[in-house]
Structures are given as structure tokens and as C-alpha cells.
């Protein structure tokens, strides 16, 4: 899976005018390339990171990752009754500056896509990667491509970009194949080529979500696009022999780097690492540059049909 290196200097140079570059940067991430930046173009104010940092130091327990809505202001993951309020509200505005940075960054480098995105939730990741005990489908250390369970993207990709903020240690990653290599990979041996949702099943689904039924059900929520993504996310964590036998690149990202990635095609997993931010985007498939590498339009080529 190809890393393209981009340094602050190159970037400025680039930025705001040189639309062939930015084209072709994006052209490079819709393909399944990851867009690395040995120092982050979007930097932490000096007390947030100390703050942040400072988390696991002091005691008030972060145990989790910790999620923000930008959307609705809102943070989430943090436990009020070990954490002050003080704390909390202080986590809060430092989430806040740092999804605004990013998007402020990503509405100019991202500039062929003219926004065409929803903001999706931030997160801060302040747990040890390496060891963590979690059920097989939220193991975040096998290769996944990544799929919602209850937050269906209905063909949206996943773009996310990603901020290693240990003062000292890389966050370490393994790559895999690209998505269409994948998917044949799974289909139709373990998944049943996507096929798209008969007129019953389609009219039961509208009815759950005129109806807020869907909010019970998570898969009522999804296309067959969604469906399809999910079971592929959940097949590649649950397959032994591919965990061991498919082929990975392993990346290390230095303290201080960012990187973007579109998850929903390109596999990854953690391995070792403390100490992250990260902001997602759910790009609209029809603001790509090459649509043809769209994730939906490559499996509705498969199906023959629409999926989503
Ligand atoms: C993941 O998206 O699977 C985890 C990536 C990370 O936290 O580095
Ligand atoms: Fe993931």
C-alpha cells in the first residue's frame, strides 16, 4: 500500500492554488494510499497537548476512548464520576479546537472535494494499543476494512485523519491489499456477492425509518451496500488464516506525524501506540476524482445493480 510522504514545505508550496497537485493527492488516497506527514500540518496549542498527555499522569481515568460530535458539540466516553467537571468541560474545548483545525486544514488540501462531506465524530485515543483484551469484532489489532455497526455511511467513504501525539513513541501499523484484491478474496467464497434488497425487504426498511424502528435494529439502518461492508469488516477479523497468510505492509507513524487514509477500503490495524487524535469525514462517492475507486461503485459493478 503506497505511502506518500508530504513535508510542511511541500505542502506550502502547494497550498492554497495548486489544484493539478491537490487533484492527484486525492487521486493517490481514493486509490489506497495513505497521505503521511512526517510533521503534522495541524498542530496541538502546547497546553492541549500537555493536557492531554497528562490524562493517564494524573489519575483522572480516561479508560476509554473518548468521542466528539461536532456536529452537536457533544463529547462522550469520559466517566463523570471520576472525572471533575472542570476536566471534562477543559477535554471538551480542546476536542473542539482540534476537530476545527482539522476540518480547516482538510476544507483547503482537500479542495477538489468542495466539502462534499458530513463532519463524523473525533476521537482521542489515550489507551495502549499493544495488549488490549476486546472481543473479536472491535479487536482493533486484526486487519479490518472499517464498517459502522449502528452508523451506517449508506455508500459514504470513511476518510480519516489521524494525529500521533506521543511525545516520543510511533504508532504502529499494518496495511493490507487493496480493497478489490479484498474483496475477491471474500467474495463469493465466505460473502455472498451484494445483492441489492428485494422490493419487501426495501419497503420494510423505509417503514422502520419513517417509523424510528430502525433505531432497535442496526441492520434496518443499512443498504446493501452497508450490509455488505459490515459482514466484510466482520469476516476479515473472524478468518484465522487470513489474519496470518494475507500479505501486510507494516508502517510505523513517528511521534508528532499525522496521516489520512480511507478505512473503509484500505486494511489496517493497530498494533502498538498511545496517544491519538483522529477526525472522520464521510466523503460523498460522487465528489471523487476517480469515482471508479468508490467502494460502492466497485461492488455495484460486481452486483450489476444499485446498492446504496
Ligand atoms: C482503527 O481504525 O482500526 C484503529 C486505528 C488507530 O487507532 O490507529
Ligand atoms: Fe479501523
Known amino acids: 500500500m503506497p505511502v506518500y510522504s508530504i513535508s510542511l514545505d511541500e505542502l506550502n508550496k502547494t497550498l492554497p492554488r495548486n489544484a493539478e497537485q491537490l487533484r492527484s493527492w486525492c487521486a493517490a488516497l481514493e486509490a489506497g494510499g495513505i497521505l503521511y506527514f512526517p510533521e503534522t500540518p495541524v498542530p496541538i496549542p502546547a497546553g492541549d497537548l500537555e493536557f492531554l498527555l497528562g490524562q493517564h499522569q494524573t489519575g483522572s481515568k480516561l479508560h476509554k476512548n473518548i468521542a466528539y460530535k461536532p456536529v452537536r458539540d457533544q463529547l462522550s466516553g469520559v466517566d463523570a464520576r471520576t472525572s471533575p467537571a472542570a476536566v471534562v468541560e477543559q477535554l471538551h474545548g480542546i476536542m473542539r479546537r482540534y476537530s476545527a483545525s482539522v476540518t480547516g486544514f482538510l476544507a483547503e488540501f482537500l479542495a477538489p472535494y468542495h466539502e462534499q462531506w458530513l463532519l463524523d465524530y473525533a476521537s482521542y485515543r489515550p489507551i495502549e494499543e499493544e495488549g488490549r483484551d476486546l472481543p473479536v469484532r472491535r479487536r482493533n489489532d486484526l486487519l479490518h476494512t472499517d464498517a459502522f455497526p449502528t452508523r451506517p455511511t449508506h455508500g459514504r467513504r470513511i476518510l480519516r485523519f489521524f494525529h500521533n501525539i506521543h511525545p516520543t513513541r510511533t504508532r504502529n501499523w499494518v496495511v493490507g491489499e487493496p480493497f478489490p484484491r479484498v474483496v475477491t478474496a471474500f467474495a463469493p467464497r465466505t460473502l455472498a456477492i451484494p445483492r441489492p434488497d428485494s422490493p419487501v425487504a426495501h419497503a420494510a426498511k423505509q417503514f422502520a ?100
Open 209 to 308: 425509518q419513517v417509523t424510528g424502528l430502525a433505531a432497535l435494529v442496526p441492520r434496518w439502518k443499512r443498504t446493501a451496500y452497508d450490509e455488505f461492508m459490515m459482514q466484510l469488516h466482520n469476516a476479515m477479523k473472524e478468518d484465522e488464516l487470513f489474519q496470518q497468510s494475507c500479505l501486510k505492509e507494516y508502517v510505523q507513524f513517528p511521534a508528532g506525524s499525522s496521516w489520512m487514509v480511507y478505512t473503509e477500503t484500505v486494511p489496517h490495524a493497530v498494533l502498538a501506540g498511545q496517544y491519538a487524535l483522529e477526525q472522520t469525514f464521510l466523503v460523498d462517492p460522487a465528489a471523487m476524482v476517480t469515482q471508479e475507486s468508490a467502494p460502492v461503485a466497485i461492488l455495484e459493478k460486481m452486483a450489476g445493480a444499485r446498492l446504496a
